[in-house]
């Protein structure tokens, strides 16, 4: 079928007190509207048109240049939800029929919407509602004794009876080309706000004696947005759904309550992930990972077998297989672990690569440096790589032993086989199979005495 989309997304949201557009709070990583604009791309439409508010055009843009069929149109003044389809209307040929959804109800499903489009066959306007037992905050779907849909009624403007219906519209309607028109045309705004209710239409299709249909879904999926308590809602039906996911995918999660996933997660066979771990971005890990508590995994793969300890953070990091990170390590954008390395606690990485079976396990900084295979770096080791105007690198080979306390000054080569003495500060490049030493020479003082403090200041 040829359809086109309406992205209603011109909300102030006042009640979120907040300087984003309401559509662009953010929920589970992403704008709720770039969860609805990949819902709605799913459904191959010919266009996809977002309504937008006048002040919003810049964020609005800025969110969805990556989908290539969106248009934007501004809506420029707040008349209400009809108003905006109309000035949508606008953009869409009329040979396509039109998916109106709302830039607030973001955990809305393709298949959801695949069934109201293709309802469009044998019926007129099709309708998502749900069942809900606390409706209020919903219009209503008020039916006739046969069952056919007579109208829906906002909340505003509900009597105590219709106050008692428990099938909620939830905002998101699919109108067939052939009357999309003349039931906007129809409307009018002689109601409580003074706004054109796009609502309206059932009960003027009603009146003209149009098919309508209705698909029911799960209340969770039409969940509304309106201030930030909804929004901590909609952020744990999401996490639920997405650890229910997981374990499907056969994922051990220690409690999926305490998992949030900002982005995609992939993972194969046999991963663990413990409590209180957040991934963001596109991460993924290989069979057999293992996720202590407290890890926050950014933009990142991490290979077979690889342990990540408690509190450690991994950004746009590449790592091996059978590596140990942590606790308490950062790994900053660039780093990359081949195989079988080691970063150990209150060890920092950036852009720098760890060969194979590489120790980096104590309370140092490794920066803008390659190292080699089979090569241990001592506690408290620092590559200074930073002259205060330019990085400079650090070039480690295999098979290196770097004592404790050391300092590399870049540029620098520290070549196969060599040695560094604990406590050293190196600017010269070291030769392979050598030791380099640098100290001062240690003294002790006789008669020194340690000065005392004067309690009366």
Not at 379 to 406: E, L, M, P, R, W
């Amino acid at each position: 079928m040829s359809f086109s989309v309406v992205i209603l997304a011109a909300g102030m949201g006042t009640r979120m007190s907040s300087k984003k557009p309401k559509s662009l709070q953010v929920l589970a990583g992403s704008s709720m509207l770039k969860h609805i604009l990949i819902e709605a791309d799913k459904l191959n439409p010919d266009k996809i048109v977002v309504v937008h508010s006048p002040n919003d055009i810049g964020p609005i843009k800025k969110e969805t240049k990556t989908f290539n069929k969106v248009v934007l149109a501004e809506q420029k003044e707040a008349l209400g939800t009809g108003h905006a389809v109309k000035v949508a209307k606008t953009y869409i040929k009329d040979k396509y029929d039109v998916l109106v959804l709302l830039g607030d109800v973001p955990l809305i499903k393709s298949r959801s919407l695949k069934k109201l489009i293709e309802g469009l066959k044998k019926s007129d306007l099709m309708v998502l509602t749900a069942e809900a037992d606390k409706p209020s905050g919903y219009g209503r779907i008020k039916r006739g004794e046969s069952g056919t849909v007579q109208a829906i009624i906002e909340e505003s403007e509900c009597n105590k009876n219709e106050k008692k219906i428990k099938e909620i519209n939830s905002g998101i309607i699919a109108f067939s080309k052939n009357n999309i028109n003349k039931l906007l045309e129809d409307l009018d705004a002689r109601n409580n706000k003074g706004e054109y209710y796009l609502t309206d239409t059932i009960k003027n299709a009603y009146k003209n004696k149009l098919t309508i249909e209705t698909i029911i879904t799960d209340s969770k999926e039409v969940l509304g947005v309106n201030n930030k308590k909804d929004l901590a809602e909609a952020e744990r039906l999401k996490r639920e759904e997405t650890a229910n996911s997981l374990m499907e995918q056969g994922v051990t999660l220690c409690d999926p309550a305490r998992i949030d996933v900002r982005g995609t997660l992939k993972c194969g066979k046999d991963v663990f992930i413990d409590a209180n771990t957040v991934f963001e971005g596109n991460v993924e890990l290989s069979s057999g990972v293992h996720v202590e508590p407290f890890v926050l995994i950014s933009d990142s793969t991490i290979g077979k077998e690889t342990r990540v300890l408690s509190h450690t953070n991994i950004d746009k990091s590449t790592i091996g297989d059978n590596c140990s990170i942590g606790p308490y390590a950062r790994l900053r954008p660039g780093s990359k672990l081949k195989q079988g390395s080691r970063v150990g606690n209150f060890v920092e990485v950036k852009e720098s690569t760890i060969g194979e079976e590489s120790k980096v396990n104590h309370l140092s900084y490794v920066g803008d440096t390659s190292i080699g295979d089979q090569t241990n770096i001592g506690a408290g080791t620092i590559t200074c790589n930073y002259d205060g105007a330019q990085k400079h690198k650090t070039k480690i080979g295999n098979n290196v032993f770097i004592g404790s306390g050391v300092e590399l000054i870049a540029p620098i080569t520290v070549e196969d086989g060599a040695t560094v003495a604990a406590g050293s500060t190196l600017s010269k490049s070291i030769p392979k199979n050598k030791l380099a030493i640098e100290r001062s020479k240690q003294e002790t003082v006789d008669g020194w005495q340690r000065p005392i403090k004067n309690k009366g200041k």
